[in-house]
């Protein structure tokens, strides 16, 4: 493994410098059995929440969340506590609408016997303003299109559902189909 840089070696002040040119606002850990979701000072300012040393509940954090996204958060939540692993979601927020994006890891506790999350939040405003160009988002609603297919496909296979396994191929293709078009769409002017 390469030796560390300076700024990695107790440079606490280039690292959130770095951090925070990367987007990020703070770090959460979630204790699952408990309800609880402890966030730092620069997240809970972000969403508006009093910061308290032995967190929100879980109904406290989703109320900061945009109506239209809460209920995809809350069930995406639930599911990596399920699965454990690795685990991201974007959403806006009820305060000035801005959009974040939740990156961790959920240890469903097999060793400790308790489950918990563990993770950074990331400011994507920036990401949301193709929102607002029609080609961008129909372009990002299909690859999120894909990642799901794909994420369903694998999960089928898993549970050796031939049947689910073929008609999840069948729209994989014309997922790929649809992002092809926009990329194509991109490149030169559609022929009618």
Known sequence: MPARTSLLSGDTDGILAALDASG?????SHDVWAGRIVVSDSLADVLGLVREAAGVS???FLATILAEDRLRVENAL???VEAGGPFEIAFRTVRGERRLG???????????GRARGLGIAIDRSEDGASLHQPALHAEA???????????LHDLAADLHQPRLVAVLDCLMREIAFTLAGHLDGARRPREH
Do not use: C, F, K, P
């Not at 939740?102 to 400790?112: K, P, Q, Y």
């Open 102 to 112: 939740l990156r961790g890891r959920i240890d469903r506790g097999e060793a400790t």
């Open 24 to 28: 990020v606002v703070g770090v959460w």
């Open 141 to 151: 609603a299909a690859n999120r299109m894909a990642e799901h297919a794909i994420a």
């Open 58 to 60: 879980l109904d406290a």
């Open 78 to 80: 639930h599911a990596a």
